[in-house]
């Protein structure tokens, strides 16, 4: 069962968000971990179907994997070195000073804040870490198939994003981490793409969702039709990623 009170804008889309959304870059990984004073565990908090606490488990020897949403939990993989489970971002079941951090991936503009950052406090051990990322529209190698995403992200499915999204669009700006701040290093994602892979991450988003439940249309594939002709076998897309991180 998911847990109380969560705005669930992914469970029926779980399959499907494992499948398509991108993945994160290891200089990602490398860096968490060189935060970390210790190896021994760490806390990835709204873990949806484990696309950071994978890699985590290449650096971390217990990562324990939590995320509000049943749906996304019982898709990830079973893992010698993950423990999944349900639990709300603000109350995780983790044993006080149990981790050397936290991670957030795509997640922190969904939460409580002051009731997360207090249980942030509770379990990860003093001189612990936070570090929490998101990105928003990527970009591709082409400026007018760039400017086709733009449309369809503002203009038709725009009005459908949840009021919390705003936090990505403004690059996490507006929220205040109670941490001493630490200065990630630029990194981004980057990958290569066929049209089949990017209409599906598309179908992953709350506003395609949203939309969809609104009118019964997918959104989706009107332009799949005007993007089909500009889309090689391959397009190369780009997210900078927003890194939010600190010291506890």
Known sequence: MSAPGFADHFSLVASDYARYRPTYPDALFDWIASLAPAHDAVWDCACGTGQAALPLADHFAQVFATDASEAQIST??????????????????????????????????????????????????PG??????????GQTDDPTVSAMLRHFHDEVVGDYWPIERGHVDAGYARIEMPFARIDPPPIELRDQWTLDRLLGYLRTWSATQRYLAAKGIDPVVAFAGELQPRWLALRELTWPLTILAGRV
């Open 76 to 125: 990830a993989p079973p893992h010698p070195h993950i423990r999944w489970s349900v639990a709300p971002a603000e109350s995780s079941n983790l044993t006080p000073a149990s981790v050397a951090g936290v991670t957030v991936a795509q997640a922190l503009h969904w939460f409580d804040l002051p009731r997360f950052w207090a249980e942030v406090r509770r379990v990860v051990r």
């Open 128 to 137: 612990g870490f936070i570090v929490a990322w998101s990105y928003g529209l």
